[in-house]
T-cell receptor, first 114, second 113 residues
């Protein structure tokens, strides 16, 4: 059974700092990995989708890397801003006939203070 | 472009009452999903529909039923609500192609008293 773990569970940083969020998964047979952002009381917003054949994906100040063989992904946020404060979730999509089911980590709660 | 729309946004039920959570997507996606989110448990898959006319159980299906009404709509029904079903429910959709991203609705916050 696929298990996804995110470390740390919570992170508080001053504005402007670069930071890294970690995600690990137990079964390397994945199609892709998706990073989401969730604001309090809101839905999930997709940030980055990284395919199993890719090593990294970038969008603005965000960079996600994937090391499928070791079962790890990182989300790098450059020059953090208070508006980045949210919960960040990673989810993996299993291979085979899983019809796109995602297995989620429990998230990292990020607080960026001015 | 509305994406994935869930109704209602909030609901309070008494134990034993029934209700249906509605989900609709306007992206012509084949696959749709229902997840629940609980503190300390993350998001867990309840049911999914790979395509119109098919539904399958996910990780935590007990106490729920689903209907894939058409390609756009996928509803989740609680026949006899229990306090353990207090949660935030999310609907998601994606295309049938292998490596595409999933899109989520804004969630339904359900409290069963």
């Amino acid at each position: 059974k696929q298990e996804v773990t995110q470390i740390p569970a919570a992170l508080s940083v001053p504005e402007g700092e670069n930071l890294v969020l970690n995600c690990s998964f137990t079964d390397s047979a994945i199609y892709n990995l998706q990073w989401f952002r969730q604001d309090p009381g809101k839905g999930l917003t997709s940030l980055l989708l990284i395919q199993s054949s890719q090593r990294e994906q970038t969008s603005g100040r965000l960079n996600a890397s994937l090391d499928k063989s070791s079962g790890r992904s990182t989300l790098y946020i450059a020059a953090s801003q208070p508006g980045d404060s949210a919960t960040y979730l990673c989810a993996v999509r299993a291979g085979g006939t899983s019809y796109g089911k995602l297995t989620f980590g429990q998230g990292t709660i990020l607080t960026v203070h001015p | 472009n509305a994406g994935v729309t869930q109704t209602p946004k909030f609901q309070v039920l008494k134990t034993g009452q029934s209700m249906t959570l509605q989900c609709a997507q306007d992206m012509n996606h084949n696959s749709m999903y229902w997840y629940r989110q609980d503190p300390g448990m993350g998001l867990r898959l309840i049911y999914y529909s790979a395509s119109e006319g098919t539904t399958d159980k996910g990780e935590v299906p007990n106490g729920y039923n689903v209907s894939r009404l058409n390609k756009r709509e996928f509803s989740l029904r609680l026949e006899s609500a229990a306090p353990s079903q207090t949660s935030v429910y999310f609907c998601a959709s994606r295309t049938q192609y292998t490596n595409t991203e999933a899109f989520f609705g804004q969630g339904t916050r359900l409290t069963v008293v």
